[in-house]
């Protein structure tokens, strides 16, 4: 037993020592550690002060507020539940089956119940660390406006342990049984699009049954619709209903039911142990099969003869790389869901009820999602197009020992990135001013501005990208926790901002005036004309810089 | 067999280019990463059809001279030109006239061998016609013509290797820069690559070539360049390094242990033989 305990110590020691050396690097302050402590700090904060709103505002709505707020207490946790299974898998299979140091410890002498303990405790922390820090705040929320007694913090605290060790026990055993069954990138794709179209499923779900109107009994047309709305799935046999259960419970009676805890409790190592079996009876066979084959043995023809043409070839390169990663195309779903949920919101708006004609509050929502348009694209841009150098990878040394110059290989990417983000701004901009009516100038200087900040913030995540490139990040979702990708978005928000903080006045006094008199003054024609003239060349400015800045950069960097 | 299959290729000949002697010239070139000085005002040349061998133990800056050669990594100091152009002042052109193939293949993971190669020939504007023939000749010479629609995924380390190679010389550029050529190719493989340079080089190709291997060194280089702790610490050919170190009638790897800290290697010996 001495000898087990001493094989996962070892085991655990290159995952310890990498935390203590990016945490604590020696001789040096842990200035970056403090920095994201701090930030997570005000995060959780931030997400304790809203959860207390928004549960305060269902608690106190009417009789029925209590138990709207248990029922939306229940599906947080079924969701955080659901969400760890998946991520633990997608994760367990690449620690499992295709992380890069399999080969030296698989040839050690190691038994495979170390091994599962060893990737077991790292998947765990890995995919559960920040669910586990960021629901402690909602969940806490509860606590404080339920006015719930001492012992409802420790029973939290080990529910959400408990819940996410059962979930992430529960993922890697089901893995490793998976991988058997399929080559382990096939199982990774698949677990894939099962999560992407669970994310979907709930994002849809929250969004069409419009919560807003739960609180709001009138809008159905008898009591028992209204009651049966609220009748989701108790799910008794979920190990994430039993936590609501336990703490719901106690939240009302304050009552612990030793019952549940104790199977909240026995659950997660129960789970182990049949993963521990599962590994040894399991493993090997699917760790000989996720060597055999990577599914690469498909044939692709090439139809087109070759042209000389370097802009035809990288556009064709990435969109051969984008379309043979179902990574990243089926990211293609989820931005699928988010467009038709962006048009629902325009569709459902309650604008009739508004106090103020209903012209102005449509024209007014018009301008604002300006904004809301350069918010999506400029996350979809952190996800798709900041990494997008740095997904070169290795590979990188073959543009840059090529004739292609930087600038010109920049500029191709761009070129790629405009299209379909054009398309989807003048989407998401057309479709929701035909939903809200917009007509007349109010159109134009929706389409317009928004136009501008989509390429502005185009050229501004290639720049960021070109400067914060992680040439050996593992893919490009990868890159999204990096400094750089928190940079670009508050740039690219920050820039939004201004344009549209600026446009506020020139936009309301030309507006006003064309809503009452159906005319457009010469004056607030002039300093429209100077708002947009402005815009554009502060994104001028910014696209130059960013984009220059990240060629100098990608020239000094060594590849 | 195998020179009967590289004599059907069309290659870079000496008429078509400028008559100058040297394709690459290196003059004091100088890298410094933060305080250390990874290569230290080195100058060599490389004449046309020249195999120049690039030698020196583990982190003496080989791969560094190579980068900026390829035109990866600025200098801090110094200047390469190449073809009688500037690298600092025409990068596009001196590109165009080198090949780089690097020690690791990393390659497009999701393209085919296929489009890598039209991917490679667009970066480099390469005639159509002479992609077709050469794309035909180098993929049957390196056995991968029945895997050029796989995806890059499924090769080999070695079946890499060849694709990267077959790139470069489906190139024929002026100047091929090989940092460790042989690295992960079978037997028939890396006896194909040594010929391939030795009679690119007879038609003109310059190639300066990073390898460990000294018996390589020996039997491709006209002339050999040894860097110790990023400075240039022989150079010339067999005879005169044999002059440098002192030695005679020696062969390549006496003469590499000599300039490279013979003695401490045979303390090193003499305490694994008393062990």
């Keep these: 037993m001495a000898m087990d305990l001493s094989k996962k110590k070892t085991l655990l020691q290159p995952f310890l020592f990498s935390a203590k050396n990016r945490f604590f690097p020696e001789n040096r302050l842990p200035f970056r550690t403090l920095g994201v402590l701090v930030f997570s700090l005000a995060v959780c904060l931030v997400l304790y002060k809203i959860s207390v709103r928004v549960v305060t505002y269902f608690h106190s709505q009417n009789e029925l507020g209590i138990i709207l707020s248990l029922k939306i207490f ?3 946790w079924i969701t955080m539940f659901a969400l760890l299974v998946f991520s633990c898998m997608v994760s367990a299979v690449s620690t499992l089956f295709l992380s890069q140091d399999n080969e030296i410890i698989f040839a050690a002498p190691v038994a495979k119940s170390d091994i599962f303990f060893m990737r077991y405790i790292t998947t765990s922390i890995y995919t559960s660390w920040m669910m586990i820090v960021f629901s402690i705040p909602v969940f806490a929320a509860y606590g404080t406006v339920f006015k719930a007694a001492v012992f409802y913090w420790p029973l939290m605290l080990v529910s959400i342990i408990a819940t996410a060790a059962t979930a992430t026990t529960f993922g890697i055993g089901l893995t490793v049984v998976l991988v058997n069954l399929f080559p382990a990138k096939r199982t990774k794709d698949i677990i894939l699009y099962l999560s992407i179209c669970f994310g979907i499923f709930i994002y849809l779900i929250f969004r069409l049954m419009r919560p807003e109107d739960l609180v709001n009994p009138d809008k159905y047309g008898h009591f028992i619709d209204y009651l049966s709305s609220l009748a989701t799935p108790a799910a008794p046999y979920l190990p994430a209903a039993w936590a609501s259960n336990l703490l719901s419970y106690y939240l009302m009676d304050r009552e612990i039911d030793f019952l549940v805890t104790a199977l909240l409790i026995i659950t997660p190592i129960a789970f182990f142990f049949i993963g521990e079996w599962a590994m040894e009876r399991w493993f090997l066979s699917g760790f000989t099969k996720s060597q055999e084959s990577f599914g690469g043995y498909r044939k692709f023809f090439s139809r087109g003869k070759y042209r000389r043409s370097s802009l035809r070839w990288i556009f064709l390169k990435e969109s051969k790389l984008f379309l043979r990663d179902s990574a990243e195309w089926s990211q293609l779903f989820m931005i699928a869901a988010l467009v038709v949920v962006y048009l629902y919101n325009f569709k459902v708006l309650p604008v009739e009820r508004s106090l103020f004609e209903e012209e102005y509050v449509t024209n007014l929502i018009s301008f604002l999602n300006i904004g809301l348009t350069g918010f999506v694209v400029a996350s979809l841009a952190a996800r798709f197009v900041y990494p997008s150098i740095g997904a070169e990878g290795g590979s990188f040394y073959i543009i ?8 010109r290989y920049i500029l191709y990417k761009y070129i790629f990135y405009i299209v379909p983000f054009t398309a989807l701004a003048l989407v998401l901009l057309v479709v929701s001013n035909r939903l809200l009516n917009i007509e007349g100038p109010m159109w134009w200087i929706s389409v317009i501005t928004g136009l501008i900040i989509t390429w502005t913030v185009l050229a501004m995540a290639l720049g960021f990208g ?3 490139a992680d040439f050996k990040a593992e893919n490009r979702a990868a890159a999204l926790g990096g400094i750089g990708a928190i940079l670009f978005l508050f740039s690219a928000i920050a820039f939004e901002m201004a344009i549209i903080f600026l446009g506020v006045s020139p936009v309301y006094r030309l507006m006003r005036s064309w809503l009452r008199l159906g005319i457009m003054g010469a004056n607030d024609l002039l300093t429209l004309s100077a708002w947009i003239l402005a815009s554009l060349a502060i994104s001028l400015i910014l696209a130059l810089f960013f984009i220059r800045t990240g060629i100098r950069r990608l020239e000094e960097s060594s590849t | 067999m195998i020179r009967d299959k590289l004599d059907n290729t069309k290659s870079y000949t000496m008429s078509e280019q400028v008559a ?30 020249e195999i120049f061998g690039f030698l020196g133990p583990n982190g003496a800056g080989k791969t560094t001279t190579i980068k900026m050669i390829a035109g990866l990594l600025q200098p801090d100091n110094g200047s390469i030109s190449i073809n009688n152009r500037s690298l600092a002042n025409e990068p596009k052109q001196c590109k165009q006239d080198t090949g780089y193939i690097p020690d690791r293949p990393y390659l497009f993971e999701k393209l085919t061998g296929f489009e890598f190669l039209q991917f490679i020939a667009s970066l480099y504007n390469l005639a159509p016609e002479t992609f ?6 180098y993929l049957k010479l390196f056995d991968l013509e029945d895997w050029r629609h796989h995806l890059i995924e499924s090769y080999s380390h070695g079946m890499r290797q060849k694709l990267i190679i077959s790139s470069i010389f489906m190139l024929e550029p002026p100047l091929i820069v090989v940092d460790e050529p042989m690295v992960g190719l079978d037997p ?7 010929e391939l340079f030795k009679s690119h080089a007879a038609r003109g190709t310059s190639i300066f070539l990073s390898t460990h291997s000294l018996e390589i060194a020996e039997e491709l280089c006209d002339r050999i360049g040894i860097i110790l702790n990023g400075s240039l610490r022989a150079l010339g050919n067999l005879k005169d390094l044999e002059v440098e170190a002192r030695l005679e009638h020696s062969d390549l790897e006496e003469i590499f242990l000599e300039l490279t800290g013979a003695y401490e290697l045979q303390d090193i010996i003499a305490a694994l033989r008393s062990a």
Excluded: C, W
């Design chain 1, 466 to 468: 070109a400067i914060y």
């Design chain 2, 188 to 194: 028939k493989s890396g006896r194909i690559v040594k």
């Design chain 1, 400 to 407: 840059m020992a090529s004739p292609l110059s930087t600038e």
């Design chain 2, 20 to 49: 100058a002697d040297y394709v690459l010239v290196v003059k004091n070139l100088t890298k410094k990463f933060g305080k250390f000085t990874a290569v230290d005002n080195i100058s060599l040349n490389v004449k046309r059809g």
């Design chain 1, 74 to 76: 229940q599906m947080a």
């Design chain 2, 132 to 137: 077709a023939r050469n794309t035909a000749h």
